[in-house]
């Protein structure tokens, strides 16, 4: 499960990341912001994850 978990993070970042790269090319700032807000949700996942393991240990 873990395994899983850290791939969506990964994805989220990877996704928001393009969304905001798209967003600052054409000028959409609401794009530009949802690509944020999606690489942010990505990283807390991934935070959660690692504390997850360090607790396994």
Do not use: S
């Not at 912001?33 to 991934?46: I, L, P, S, V």
Request: charged residues 40%.
């Amino acid at each position: 499960m873990a395994a899983d978990e850290k791939a969506k993070a990964k994805t989220e970042q990877a996704v928001g990341k393009a969304k905001k790269t798209a967003g600052e090319a054409v000028g959409n700032e609401r794009l530009t912001a949802e690509g944020r807000m999606e690489q942010a949700k990505g990283y807390a996942r991934q935070a959660k994850e690692k504390i997850k393991d360090i607790g396994r240990d």
